[in-house]
């Protein structure tokens, strides 16, 4: 069983820049696929961004390519989002999620691939 445990989120304004982390533990080793989705109140869960443990190949959503970035810590299992220049569409609760397979990379961006998931955190975005 892998655990997967985000740090907290917050609210910033607009234009400002927060990282979330997401700590894996239990089951989880340094393979398989991971990532952030979030969902914003009455909306689906959406892609965000994730990347591959073996050969960090990473996807971002169009909606934050060039804002995000998403990054790893091998040797502590830990996974960051880095987002700037916030907008408040970017307001939702994030969640870390994983998948034990190497996702193929038409597949990585889609939630039904990845088995394990965070609590979920808030992030608000004020105008």
């Known amino acids: 069983q892998v655990e997967l445990v985000e740090s907290a989120g917050g609210v910033v304004q607009t234009g400002g820049s927060l990282r979330l982390s997401c700590a894996a533990s239990?089951?989880?080793?340094?393979?398989?696929?991971m990532g952030w989705f979030r969902q914003a109140p009455g909306k689906e869960r959406e892609f965000v961004a994730t990347?591959?443990?073996?050969?960090?190949?990473?996807l971002y959503a169009d909606s934050v390519k060039g804002r995000f970035t998403i990054s790893r810590d091998n040797a502590k299992k830990m996974v960051y989002l880095e987002m700037s220049n916030l907008k408040p569409e970017d307001t939702a609760v994030y969640y870390c999620a994983a998948t034990t397979s190497n996702l193929i990379f038409s597949e990585m961006g889609r939630k039904e691939g990845y088995k394990y998931w965070g609590q979920g955190t808030q992030v608000t975005v004020s105008s």
């Open positions: 239990g089951g989880a080793s340094r393979s398989g696929t």
């Open positions: 990347f591959r443990w073996g050969d960090f190949k990473k």
